[in-house]
């Protein structure tokens, strides 16, 4: 039994490294932009479908052309952030909160419907990164998920670095923290929010190019990440990088011990969807600011 | 505010209102106008737009088809494609354009049975006759709607015939993942029955349509004891494909000991290698159009004209399209006009041979999903050998009169 | 309200009392669609717009107000009105539940939990299929049985016109003055005597009501209903028509919505690109329009009269006073 549940929680761990990587960038775009990015999900999906056509198109290896959907992603959250973002920054917008919220749910709605045209319907699956199955005693793993794991982390711990290493990064944490006294200091903020906003998305294009080969491309995929992520983020705290990483990764391996373990098999799987969302609103409702967030995140 | 006003508001608003009524007032229809027939389906989310948009690449062949030929007693036919995006809400809008707007004398189509089932409301109350084209549920026949016809095979005809397979195999064990929605559950219901008649066991977990990762449950299937000898997915969303390759990663099935089986139509899709590469060998899975060894010219003709099209095979639920289109021709040529009476009967009547053999539909009531039923719908099960294997070239395994092999089951490895 | 004003309601009162005649079938079937978006949206407006209460499970009691009202005529056979009425209680109690526990939460958080209820509540229709139908649909006893849809129409309007009634009412009563102290902003408003905390949940509770009436109504008017019906697209598409519309002002979410149903319907030949165009329009709105095209048209009809006072009235009209 202890088998089995440890094969299980290493699977989750795996999930939980994407979920960490997707959410991370959603944390990174709420640190400085203070908005909720419901269009993330999108991003993540039409990062998956980059990597698919550079490949497919270009001819690029499949492990260069995550690094291209990442670049890809980047610029479509850069073009987004230009000509639909700027209002937030702006003194005469009333609510930016609600703004950042309508807006991109918006743009949610547009890239799904612009994808399902120009993608079309039918699933799409790129190549493998390697091909096969992964055995290690009883544990057995597509290398696919195995590939993704590793460069999930490499992405991760790239962050971390960039945030905390270089001057940029340690620009966009002083941003995060207080608008007013980086701008005091001669931080100048537009080139930052489009830089973090540029980076959340790259972070979630990158993820949907690793998911790519294991669970296919399809124009609505971004929708169920999309809650996943908001729960990830909340549970971790809202503006702290380590919390959604940690988070993340408790929620993919607590998903995978609930199907595993949960006694009714007709409802097992339906509920495994609801899971994070009712972590969302337990923390929500008990500890609003997660494990590790900054208790004076506020809109304005 | 009284003075300077060059338009009132209130004179605009008139104004307005007419210029908006104008469209909606309807057009009266002349002589030679060409006749209109109505297709529904999905063609966007939330429904299944990946097969809806086969479907109508079907019937755009058979419109091009009919009027290359000169149309209908001398009438162009004009097909409207209403998008119903699996909601019922919407089916039932776009019958009432179709019949109201676009003047529809027919309606054919739907991939999903709860919108059938709201559109047939609509196709009852103005007398429009619908052949239901890849909607399963037993419902749309039973609820004895005289304009409802269904070219499709009915649940019951289905999954007993799933079930029998099963049992003819000699499985004792069956893991189930069924998705849950109508057709999902009632699947898993009649399979269930046909088990429990045989004392097969089985264990079935119903899956949220959405789920992409089923590793979890998988895991759990392949940990229990005493080990389960096949998995039967009765699962058609998109995430059947990474079902599919995760059962296989994981060493649970096809594996030596452990078959694998889904149902719903997307692993005789155009992307199903594609999708599950070498996962895909040794999977059975029915095929709801006539077995290549029973092709008739028009299948053939068929096949070569939508492979050139859209270079896929197309899979049964795209023939019973492409069929159900020309079930309307017919019965409209034979009915010699477009009058809903006379439509309703002449396919009632029918005895068309299409590219799923000949097509008669029955009139009896016992038991209610016969009523307007096409009884001999094709249904064989097919078990893939090699990868990329085309689902018209695999071999057959049931029922008895169609195979193509001596085995009802080829264990991987032998 | 000015004289022009009136008459121009008065002109609209018309066109929809004698709009059954005027139109087919058809367009009727999708007027009494848009009734029904017309009251949800409005009701959210005055939620989120007005309260400033951004909720996004709004379609969570539409959805349970339909299937409140669907389970208890079809299980127990409860006469449908009495059926919708359960629903509308169901909803004000839930409504408030929601509120209250989310007192606390603000902007993003609200919107989030929202939303999380929403789904929460969606993926519990689907598993509980023995009871609810699932997927596959919970078949419900339609109000009226008849080859017309012109009863429907007519109710419509009427549930319609008694919201905004209603609405309305407490937009321009001392209710509505604390709604909006409390959007503006919520700790000023505390200190300054407003129960902020009744209110909330007030805000919450009347307007899922009215959210669940509109479920009720959908619910008996379609026939069939599915989880869908509260999934995160739907509650998409009310915000656009309100967004749209103006969703500080609930007349105009009302309008935005009716247009909005009238528009999608008509580009329905444009199939998928039906959804870019709609998701372009709220981003174009949100960006350069951030009150509404309602309010650009105010704007536009104001300037036209070149008549600041006409700004003035019909800007206050709109808001209710």
Redesign the interface.
């Known amino acids: 039994m202890t088998d089995y549940l440890l094969i299980q929680a290493f699977n989750g761990l795996v999930i939980g490294i994407i979920y960490a990587v997707i959410a991370a960038g959603l944390t990174v775009i709420f640190s400085i932009l203070k908005i909720v990015n419901f269009a993330h999900g999108e991003v993540y999906m039409m990062g998956g479908y980059f990597a698919y056509f550079a490949i497919a198109l270009a001819g690029v290896p499949p492990l260069p052309a995550v690094l291209v959907a990442m670049a890809l992603s980047f610029a479509l959250s850069v073009l987004v952030e230009r000509t639909l973002l700027t209002p937030l920054y702006s003194p005469t917008t009333e609510r930016k909160g609600d703004y950042g919220i309508l807006v991109t749910f918006g743009i949610s709605i547009f890239l799904r419907a612009l994808a399902l045209i120009i993608y079309g319907p039918y699933p799409l699956r790129p190549p493998s990164f390697w091909p096969g199955v992964a055995v290690v005693g009883g544990l057995v793993m597509a290398w696919d998920r195995v590939f993704a794991g590793g460069a999930g982390i490499a992405m991760l711990i790239g962050l971390v670095w960039f945030m905390n290493r270089t001057s940029w990064g340690e620009a966009l944490n002083a941003v995060s923290q207080s608008r007013e006294s980086a701008a005091i200091v001669g931080i100048n903020d537009q080139r930052f929010y489009m830089l973090a906003f540029g980076l959340g998305g790259a972070l979630a294009g990158g993820a949907g190019a690793l998911v790519g080969p294991i669970y296919s491309l399809s124009p609505s995929m971004g929708l169920l990440p999309d809650t996943q992520a908001f729960a990830i983020v909340i549970l971790g705290g809202m503006g702290s990088v380590a919390g959604s990483i940690l988070a993340g990764l408790m929620i993919g391996v607590l998903e995978s011990m609930f199907v595993a373990l949960f006694p009714d098999p007709s409802r097992s799987l339906t509920y495994a969807q609801a899971f994070s969302l009712l972590v969302l609103m337990l923390v929500l409702l008990i500890r609003p600011t997660g494990l590790f967030g900054r208790a004076h995140v506020a809109m304005e | 505010m009284s003075d300077n006003k060059i338009v009132t508001p209130t004179r605009r608003a008139v104004l307005a209102g007419t210029a908006a009524a104008l469209p909606l007032l309807g057009r009266s229809a002349r002589a030679a106008d060409p006749i209109s027939i109505g297709w529904v389906g999905p063609l966007s989310p939330p429904g299944g737009y990946a097969e809806g948009t086969n479907m109508k690449n079907a019937a755009e062949i058979a419109a091009a088809e009919i009027n290359a030929q000169g149309g209908i007693l001398g009438r162009q036919v004009e097909i409207t494609y209403a998008d119903t995006r699996g909601m019922p809400a919407e089916g039932r809008t776009s019958a009432e354009r179709l019949i109201q707007q676009n003047k529809a004398v027919a309606v054919f189509g739907e991939f999903h049975s709860p919108v059938a089932l709201a559109e047939m409301e609509v196709y009852h109350k103005y007398g429009i006759p619908f052949m239901a084209c890849d909607v399963w549920s037993d419902q749309i026949t039973a609820k004895g709607y005289p304009e409802v016809f269904r070219n499709a095979p009915a649940l019951s005809l289905i999954d007993v015939t799933i079930g029998q397979w099963i049992v003819a195999a000699g499985f004792k064990n069956i893991a189930i993942i069924a998705e849950k929605n109508d057709v999902g559950l009632a699947a898993r219901t009649l399979v269930a029955q046909e088990l429990t008649k045989a004392n097969v066991k089985f264990t079935a977990v119903d899956a949220d349509p959405n789920l992409t990762d089923f590793t979890a449950q998988i895991l759990r299937f392949k940990s229990t004891s005493p080990p389960y000898d096949f998995f039967l997915q009765l699962y058609s969303e998109a995430g059947a494909y990474p079902m599919i390759r995760q059962a296989h990663d994981l060493g649970f099935a096809p594996t030596a000991n452990c078959g694998i089986y889904n149902s719903g139509g997307e692993a005789v899709d155009p992307t199903f290698w594609e999708n599950v590469g070498e996962a895909g060998k040794y999977l059975v899975t029915e095929n709801v159009g006539l077995p290549k060894a029973g092709w008739n010219d028009k299948t053939k003709a068929f096949v070569a004209a939508y492979q050139k099209k859209h270079n896929a095979d197309p899979s049964g639920a795209v023939m019973e399209s492409y069929d159900g289109a020309w079930l309307l021709f017919d019965a409209i040529k034979r009915a010699g006009g477009t009058e809903s009476k006379g439509i309703i009967h002449a396919l009632e009547t029918t005895s068309y041979v299409g590219a799923r053999g000949k097509y008669t539909f029955s009139t009896s009531k016992e038991p209610a999903w016969h009523y307007h039923q096409f009884l001999e719908a094709p249904l064989s099960i097919l078990q893939y050998h090699e990868v990329k294997q085309g689902q018209a070239d695999a071999p057959i395994v049931w029922p008895k009169q169609f195979a193509t092999v001596p085995y009802v089951y080829k264990r991987p490895g032998t | 309200m000015?004289?022009?004003?009136s008459?121009?309601a008065l002109?609209?009162a018309a066109?929809a009392l004698a709009f059954p005649f005027?139109?087919?079938?058809?367009?009727l079937?999708?007027g009494v669609?848009a009734m029904f978006y017309a009251i949800v949206a409005a009701s959210w407006a005055l939620l989120?717009g007005y309260a400033?209460q951004?909720s996004f499970g709004h379609m969570a009691f539409v959805s349970l107000g339909a299937y409140t009202s669907g389970l208890l005529v079809m299980t127990f056979g409860v006469p449908i009105p009495l059926g919708m009425a359960a629903g509308v209680l169901m909803c004000a109690i839930v409504g408030s539940g929601i509120g209250f526990?989310c007192l606390?939460?603000?902007?993003?958080?609200l919107?989030?939990?929202t939303?999380?209820?929403s789904?929460?509540l969606r993926?519990?229709i689907?598993?509980e299929?023995e009871v609810t139908?699932?997927?596959?649909?919970l078949?419900v006893t339609p109000l009226f049985h008849g080859?017309t849809d012109m009863p429907y129409h007519y109710l419509g309007l009427a549930l319609l016109g008694g919201s905004l009634a209603i609405m309305q009412l407490l937009v321009t009563s001392r209710w509505g003055l604390f709604f909006r102290a409390i959007r503006e902003n919520e700790d000023a408003a505390a200190a300054a005597g407003v129960k902020v905390v009744r209110f909330r949940i007030l805000a919450f509770a009347i307007t899922s009501s009215f959210a669940g009436l509109a479920g009720g109504f959908?619910g008996h008017y379609?026939?069939?209903l599915?989880p869908?019906i509260g999934?995160?697209?739907q509650m998409?598409l009310v915000?656009?028509m309100a967004?749209i519309g103006g969703a500080e002002s609930i007349i105009a979410a009302m309008i935005g919505a009716l247009g909005l149903e009238f528009l999608v319907?008509?580009l329905?030949s444009y199939?998928?690109?039906?959804?870019?165009l709609?998701?372009?329009l709220?981003?174009l709105t949100?960006?350069f329009a951030?009150n509404g095209l309602l309010a650009l048209a105010w704007q536009w009809?104001a300037q036209?009269?070149?008549?600041s006072?006409?700004r003035g009235?019909g800007r206050r009209a709109l808001r209710g006073g």
């Open positions: 000015s004289r022009w004003s008459a121009f002109v609209l066109l005027m139109v087919n079938a058809y367009w079937s999708v669609l989120a400033g951004f526990v606390r939460m603000r902007g993003p958080y919107a989030l939990f939303v999380a209820f789904e929460v993926i519990v689907v598993s299929n139908g699932g997927s596959g649909g078949e080859a959908y379609i026939g069939i599915t869908d999934s995160v697209d998409g915000v656009a967004v319907e008509s329905r199939g998928q690109w039906r959804l870019v709609f998701g372009a709220l981003l949100m960006r951030r009809l036209l009269n070149f008549t006072l006409a009235r």
